[in-house]
C-alpha cells in the first residue's frame, strides 16, 4: 500500500522498477544481466529523464517519495517494537532456564519433549584492570587492551592463557551453563 498513489503511466513504471529492490543495493538480486550497477544506473537515469518531462511527473516522484519516507519510517517502528517483544522473550526464557536448572539440580535430565544439560563454558575475568594492563603493555601485547581507560580485550587476553602465558589480575573460570535440546 503506498500513502500516495499516482497513475500518471510514466511515473508507476519507474516506480514498479524501484519497487523491485535496487539492483545496486542488494547484491544477490543482480537481475537478468548480472549487472547490479548497470541496472541501478538505468534506473537513476530513468527518474531523471521523468523529472524532466514536466510538473506532474515531478509531482508523482515527490508523492512517491513521501510514501518511501513513510515506510521507513513504520519500518523503523516495527524494528523497535520486535526488538522489544525479543528482550521480553529473552528474559522469559532465561526466567524459565533458571526454574529448569533448579528442578534439575545440575544433572542432564530427560524432559520428555527435550533433554535439558549442561555444558561446559569458559569465561575471562579480570579483577585488576590495571595490574594487567600494566604487564601487558610491559611484555609487547599492546592488542590485547586499549586506551585510555584501559579495557582488557578477553578474547586476546585468552588466547594468551590458552599459550601458558600468565596475565597479572586476569583468570579464567570455568562453569556449566544450562541448554534445552
Not at 8 to 35: I, S, Y
Not at 86 to 113: A, F, H, P, S, W
Request: charged letters at 30%.
Amino acid at each position: 500500500m503506498r500513502l500516495y498513489e499516482d497513475t500518471a503511466p510514466e511515473v508507476l513504471n519507474v516506480t514498479d522498477l524501484l519497487d523491485q529492490e535496487m539492483p545496486a543495493e542488494n547484491p544477490e538480486n543482480k537481475g537478468e544481466t548480472g549487472d547490479g550497477e548497470a541496472e541501478a544506473q538505468d534506473i537513476r537515469r530513468q527518474l531523471r529523464l521523468l523529472a524532466l518531462s514536466g510538473d506532474a511527473a515531478r509531482t508523482g516522484l515527490a508523492k512517491v517519495a513521501l510514501g518511501t519516507r513513510a515506510a521507513i519510517s513504520a519500518l523503523k517502528e516495527e524494528e523497535a517494537r520486535l526488538h522489544r517483544r525479543r528482550k521480553i522473550m529473552e528474559n522469559k526464557l532465561g526466567i524459565i532456564m533458571e526454574v529448569l536448572d533448579q528442578y534439575c539440580g545440575g544433572e542432564t535430565t530427560d524432559l520428555g519433549v527435550a533433554t535439558l544439560y549442561y555444558r561446559k563454558n569458559t569465561r575471562i575475568e579480570v579483577s585488576d584492570v590495571y595490574a594487567a594492563a600494566a604487564w601487558l603493555l610491559e611484555n609487547g601485547y599492546t592488542d590485547c587492551f586499549h586506551q585510555p581507560d584501559p579495557e582488557i580485550r578477553r578474547t586476546q587476553v585468552g588466547h594468551l592463557l590458552d599459550e601458558g602465558i600468565q596475565v597479572p589480575g586476569v583468570e579464567r573460570i570455568t562453569g556449566k551453563s544450562c541448554c534445552l535440546r
